[in-house]
C-alpha cells in the first residue's frame, strides 16, 4: 500500500465548445526505480506509478506509460479539445495495485 | 565501417545535430527502440523534443515532446540503466499530439523521441542533455 | 571508449564553466501565482557593514526552468508537503486533543510569524527557530511528542507557515536578548572549518556567483527554507543544509538542533533581511 499518495489537477471549469485547453496533472509518489540499494545493498524493489490516463466524457485524450525514469511525484501537461459539457476522469495506476482517481467538471460556456 | 541508418538512429543522429554522443549501452537503446518500431526506420519529420542543454540536476529534468498527427510519442534517454521513459499515447479528445514532464537522467547522454504516425510510419528526434554533478551543494 | 569519455568529461565541466551566463536570468523577477511579488534582491541590511551591497535570493542563481517551477504552486511540488500540513493543521492531536487551528486559526493567519524567526523566546530564555517553537506548543500546550529537527513533519508545517508569510521582508531581530547568540552565529559564518579550510563566507560571500564545480554559487541566504530540493525530491531544512555544508568542508560537523546551528540559522537569517519569505522554494 503504498501510503501518502495524493493525485492533484490543474483543469479549467469552463470552456467553450473546440477549445484546446492546457490540462496538468500532479501525484505525490516516490516512483521508487528499482536502481536503489538500501543499506544492506539489497536491491529496493521498483514500486513506481506505471500508468496515466485521462479521459473527457468517455473519449481518450491520453494513455501514458510510466517507466522509472520518471521523476518522483510524476508531472505531466498536455492538452484536451473540449467537446461537450462534462467530465475528465484522470486515473494513475500503481505497481502495488492501487489505483488513483480524480474528477473534474468542464462545463462549455 | 558505414555507418547505417539504424547505426545512426542508436547514436541519436538524424534532424538535429548531436553535439555529444551517449557513453553507454548502445545495445539497449538499440533494441528499445525497435521494440516500439518493430524494426522499422524512423525518418525526420515534425517531432520536437525540448529538453535543457544542462540539466541542473539529474533527478527532475524538465522535457516537452509534440509530433502532429502523432498517435503514439516514446522516449528514450540512451545512457539511462533501461533506457525506456514514458510513452504518450494520445486519443481522439486530445487538444494536440504534445506534452511535457519531468524524468531522471543518469548522466550526460541523448534523450530521443520517436512517434508513430497514423499511417504507420515513424520519425524521430534526439537531443544531447549535460546533466552536472554538483560542487558543494550536491 | 576511455578517450571519448575524457572528453565528455573535459568538454561538459568547459561548457559549465563557459556556461555561468546561461544559467539564471539573474534579472528576472519572480511573481508566484502571477500574484505574490517575492523580492529576490535588495539593498544589504545595515550590519553587513558593506561585506555585501545588495543580497539576493537563492532564486536568481538557478536556470530557468528551476525559476520556472517556483512561480506557480501547482508546478511547484514543495506545496505537495504544504498540503498535507494544512490537513494536519486541523487535525487534534496529542493529549490534550488539540489541533494547532484551536488555538491559531487559519494557517493564513499566522502570517508574519516566520518572518521573524529565529527569535529570543521569553520563557525558554533562548532563542527558538520556528521548528523548536512548533515543538514548544506540541509538547506543552498539544501534550504531543516533538518532531525531530527537519523530520517530514517539521518542514511540511515550517513550509505551511512560510508559505502565508511570502512576500513579507525578512526581519528577524540581531539585538535586545538574541545579541550575543547572533554574535556566536556570526563568528561560525566567518571561521574557517574542515581540511578544506573553507568558512560560510568564503563561498557564499566572496564567491557568490561563480561556480564551485558544476554549482552555481548563491548567497546562501535562507529566505527561501524550507526549499524542494530536486536532487532531493523533497523538502530540506536549513539545518540539514548548514550540516551538509559544514561537511562539504570535510570537518567534524554539528548537528541539526544544535546550539550553535541555531546560531547560525539566526545571523545567516538576518544576512537576508530584506528579501521576501519565499518558502517553500525549488532548488537543485
Request: hydrophobic content about 40%; overall charge negative.
Amino acid at each position: 500500500m503504498a501510503s501518502g499518495v495524493k493525485p492533484r489537477v490543474k483543469s479549467p471549469k469552463t470552456a467553450s465548445a473546440g477549445e484546446v485547453v492546457t490540462l496538468k496533472t500532479l501525484i505525490s509518489h516516490p516512483m521508487e526505480s528499482g536502481q536503489r540499494k538500501d543499506s544492506d545493498g539489497n536491491v529496493i524493489p521498483r514500486s513506481i506509478i506505471n500508468r496515466f490516463t485521462c479521459e473527457l466524457n468517455g473519449n481518450m485524450v491520453v494513455d501514458v506509460t510510466l517507466e522509472p525514469a520518471i521523476s518522483t511525484n510524476p508531472y505531466f501537461e498536455f492538452e484536451a479539445k473540449v467537446d461537450a459539457t462534462g467530465e475528465f476522469k484522470f486515473t494513475w495506476y500503481d505497481d502495488d495495485g492501487d489505483v488513483y482517481e480524480d474528477i473534474q467538471a468542464i462545463e462549455v460556456a | 565501417m558505414k555507418l547505417t541508418r539504424r547505426d545512426a538512429l542508436a547514436w541519436g543522429l538524424g534532424a538535429t545535430a548531436v553535439a555529444m554522443l551517449p557513453m553507454r549501452a548502445f545495445a539497449a537503446i538499440e533494441d528499445s527502440i525497435a521494440e516500439f518500431t518493430g524494426g522499422a526506420e524512423a525518418g525526420s519529420g515534425d517531432i520536437s523534443l525540448d529538453a535543457p542543454e544542462i540539466a541542473e540536476n539529474g533527478n527532475t529534468v524538465p522535457v516537452s515532446v509534440a509530433a502532429p498527427g502523432a498517435v503514439a510519442i516514446r522516449l528514450f534517454a540512451a545512457g539511462n540503466p533501461t533506457p525506456g521513459v514514458a510513452t504518450f499515447n494520445f486519443g481522439p479528445a486530445a487538444g494536440s499530439q504534445s506534452a511535457s514532464t519531468r524524468i531522471r537522467l543518469a548522466g550526460t547522454q541523448d534523450v530521443i523521441a520517436i512517434a508513430q504516425m497514423e499511417d504507420g510510419s515513424f520519425i524521430q528526434t534526439a537531443k544531447t542533455v549535460k546533466v552536472t554533478i554538483g560542487g558543494c551543494g550536491g | 571508449m576511455m578517450k571519448a569519455k575524457l572528453f565528455t568529461g573535459i568538454a561538459a565541466a568547459a561548457l559549465a564553466f563557459g556556461a555561468g551566463a546561461a544559467f539564471a536570468d539573474e534579472d528576472a523577477e519572480l511573481v508566484i501565482n502571477g500574484e505574490i511579488e517575492i523580492v529576490t534582491k535588495t539593498a544589504a541590511p545595515a550590519h553587513l557593514d558593506g561585506a555585501l551591497d545588495e543580497i539576493m535570493s537563492g532564486w536568481r542563481f538557478r536556470d530557468s526552468t528551476t525559476q520556472a517551477m517556483e512561480m506557480d504552486d501547482f508546478d511547484n511540488p514543495g506545496m505537495l508537503a504544504v498540503e498535507d500540513a494544512r490537513e494536519k493543521w486541523a487535525m487534534a492531536e496529542g493529549s490534550e486533543g488539540k489541533s494547532c487551528m484551536d488555538c491559531h486559526g487559519s494557517p493564513e493567519d499566522m502570517a508574519g510569524v516566520k518572518p521573524v524567526y529565529p527569535k529570543w523566546n521569553e520563557g525558554a530564555q533562548a532563542v527558538y527557530t520556528l521548528q523548536m517553537q512548533m515543538n514548544d506548543c506540541r509538547e506543552n500546550r498539544m501534550g504531543a511528542e516533538p518532531w525531530k529537527v527537519d523530520a517530514g513533519d517539521a518542514l511540511a508545517m515550517e513550509g505551511l507557515l512560510s508559505s502565508v508569510s511570502r512576500g513579507m521582508p525578512m526581519n528577524v531581530a540581531i539585538d535586545g536578548p538574541a545579541q550575543s547568540t547572533w554574535e556566536q552565529g556570526k563568528e561560525l559564518y566567518y571561521t574557517r572549518t574542515g581540511q578544506l579550510d573553507l568558512s560560510c563566507a568564503n563561498c557564499h560571500e566572496q564567491n557568490y556567483g561563480n561556480m564551485i564545480r558544476a554549482d552555481h554559487l548563491s548567497m546562501g541566504m535562507v529566505n527561501a527554507f524550507p526549499a524542494y530540493r530536486l536532487k532531493d525530491t523533497k523538502l530540506v531544512g536549513v539545518q540539514s543544509r548548514f550540516k551538509g555544508c559544514v561537511r562539504d568542508t570535510r570537518a567534524e560537523t554539528y548537528n541539526p538542533g544544535s546550539p550553535e546551528f541555531i546560531a547560525l540559522e539566526l545571523y545567516v537569517a538576518s544576512r537576508g533581511n530584506g528579501l521576501s519569505v519565499e518558502g517553500p522554494s525549488v532548488r537543485n
